[in-house]
């Protein structure tokens, strides 16, 4: 968006990247970077494949890794969620596709469309009140994926053997809640 530009000065990590892992607890977090949503363009302002090419390659890594091996649970943060098959949800695809058969990724955390869903694993099937019309050929993932509301907050709990986690409006009332197990 406009203030993509500003994106590393506000939010900056020591490794220079706009994508790491850290891990809290049993937890490993993948912070990751799916670009804009917008696909390369001749003017160079769009400029998403370059850097989802090389953030492949560092997250092939990750996954080898004893930070994620390790841990009980796996939840990664994306800004654009896989929802469909236009480039916003194609770009996170190209960056996630065929990466966790050994050890699974358990949570993908999202938001970009401002309407709360919650896909299913492994059926692709989205649970909502009200689906998005743009919700057309979902992806089938083997983890769950939330896409997060602007007026909605998610509450995880993570303890050794699940996560609960419960979705709620900022006046409390509840959207979703479900558990994942390892």
């Known amino acids: 968006g406009i203030f993509s530009a500003d994106y590393t000065r506000m939010m900056n990590h020591p490794s220079g990247k706009t994508y790491y892992a850290f891990r809290h607890g049993n937890v490993c977090f993948l912070a990751l970077d799916g670009g804009n949503d917008h696909a390369d363009d001749a003017d160079g302002i769009y400029r998403n494949t370059e850097m989802i090419a090389e953030e492949r390659k560092w997250l092939e890594k990750v996954v080898k ?3 994620f091996r ?3 649970f796996r939840i990664a ?4 969620p896989p929802y469909n098959d236009e480039y916003d ?5 190209s960056l996630l596709g065929g990466l966790f ?3 699974p990724l358990h949570l993908l955390i999202s938001g970009h469309v401002h ?3 919650r896909m299913n694993p492994f059926s692709g099937e989205c649970t909502t009140k009200n689906k998005m019309a743009q919700m057309k050929n979902t ?3 083997p983890f769950t994926v939330v896409a997060n509301d602007t007026p909605t907050v998610l509450l995880v709990k993570a303890s050794p053997d699940s996560l609960k986690i419960r979705v709620v409006k900022a006046d409390g009332n509840p959207v979703d809640e479900f558990t994942i197990l390892p």
């Not at 949800?89 to 695809?93: E, I, R, V």
């Open 65 to 67: 890794s004893e930070l």
């Open 70 to 72: 390790t841990a009980s």
């Open 77 to 80: 943060l994306l800004h654009m």
């Open 139 to 141: 992806p089938v993932l």
């Open 101 to 103: 058969k050994k050890d």
């Open 115 to 117: 309407h709360y869903f």
């Open 89 to 93: 949800s194609s770009a996170g695809m």
